[in-house]
């Protein structure tokens, strides 16, 4: 079974500033799709970024990026210019290609701070 | 499209009452997803279906537990008795194949 790790159950940042949020993985798979969700207070679910396994290249939305290490299972998001409206609980996720059986991690609390 | 509705949004019951939570899926989505979110927990898996059919069941707690998806449109969870520590949000999410999860505003179930 694959499993996600989130090593920081809190952050906080200073509006403007940049933060990385950690995510490792573990799963025998070679083809894979990793994402990242955010939960505003809203608690509404809302796909931050997306990363498929086989794709050299980091994902990019905007503000977000991410840092992906395949062979050391690593996915860490990072959040430029923070924004206030970026406070929420923030999930790595993994999918195997294949069956769309999403997994979460169990997340990261973050706080951006005016 | 309006994206996953889930119904209700909040419900309060009483231990021992069924409970039945509503989704409908985004059309054209072939999978739908049964999710439950404690602060203890996390988001847990409950169960999955592809096409209407379940297809990893293997998340959900007991027997008290149990969802069906009778068409494309249209699934449900439901807990028969419900417990206190039922208490959690439930959420339905839809995909298609290779795709992420899109998410319902989630059911926020107390039982008292």
């Known amino acids: 079974a694959q499993t996600v790790t989130q090593s920081q159950p809190e952050m906080s940042v200073q509006e403007a500033e940049t933060v990385t949020l950690s995510c490792t993985y573990d799963?025998?798979?070679?083809?894979?799709?990793l994402f990242w969700y955010k939960q505003p207070p809203s608690r509404q679910m809302i796909l931050v970024i997306r990363q498929e396994a086989y794709k050299q290249q980091n994902a990019t939305e905007n503000r977000f990026s991410v840092n992906f290490q395949k062979a050391a299972k690593s996915f860490s998001l990072k959040i430029s210019d923070s924004q206030l409206g970026d406070t929420a609980m923030y999930f790595c996720a993994f999918m195997k290609e294949g069956n769309n059986d999403m997994r979460f991690g169990a997340g990261t609390r973050l706080t951006v701070k005016p | 499209d309006a994206g996953v509705i889930q119904s209700p949004r909040h419900e309060v019951t009483e231990m021992g009452q069924e409970v039945t939570l509503r989704c409908k899926p985004i059309s054209g989505h072939d999978y739908l997803f049964w999710y439950r979110q404690t602060m203890m927990r996390g988001l847990e898996l409950l169960i999955y279906f592809n096409n209407n059919v379940p297809i990893d069941d293997s998340g959900m707690p007991e027997d008290r537990f149990s969802a069906k998806m009778p068409n494309a449109s249209f699934s449900t969870l439901k807990i028969q008795p419900s417990e206190p520590r039922d208490s959690a949000v439930y959420f339905c999410?839809?995909?298609?194949?290779?795709?992420?999860?899109?998410f319902g505003q989630g059911t926020r179930l107390t039982v008292v």
């Open positions: 999410a839809s995909s298609k194949t290779y795709t992420e999860a899109f």
């Open positions: 799963t025998s798979e070679n083809n894979y799709y």
